[in-house]
């Protein structure tokens, strides 16, 4: 599965965002996908994920109630609507695929395929 981001660049804090993911290829082996951040010197952070056939949706506790996770099976893409942003939310943000079914949904190592990334700066 190739992935490709878009959608990210500079918002003012409290403000929205949304960014896209674009899946192609074996598009029908994704279990879950899922979006991850990372800024630097840090480790990649778990994000939101969601099951692809299913629906179900997880969120880290730090975005859970302003980010929100969505599909469009039939466009095969991927979306994460961000709300109310913080400084604190400025990362590269990446789109990842389980295609094998591992469903550890928080762990990047579950994830098979991932996206270039996408910045996202959030100013105060």
């Known amino acids: 599965v190739q992935l490709a981001e878009s959608g990210g660049g500079l918002v003012q804090a409290e403000g929205p965002l949304r960014l896209s993911c674009a899946a192609s290829?074996?598009?029908?082996?994704?279990?879950?996908a899922g979006w991850f951040r990372q800024v630097p010197g840090k480790e990649r952070e778990f994000v939101a994920a969601i099951k692809w056939s299913g629906g179900n949706t997880y969120y880290a506790d730090s975005v859970k109630g302003r980010f929100t996770i969505s599909r469009d099976n039939a466009k095969n893409t991927l979306y994460l609507q961000m709300n109310s942003l913080k400084p604190e939310d400025t990362a590269i943000y990446y789109c990842a695929a389980d295609e094998l079914g591992k469903y550890i949904y928080d762990d990047p190592m579950s994830y098979d395929s991932w996206g270039q990334g996408t910045q996202v700066t959030v100013s105060s």
């Open positions: 290829g074996r598009t029908f082996s994704i279990h879950t």
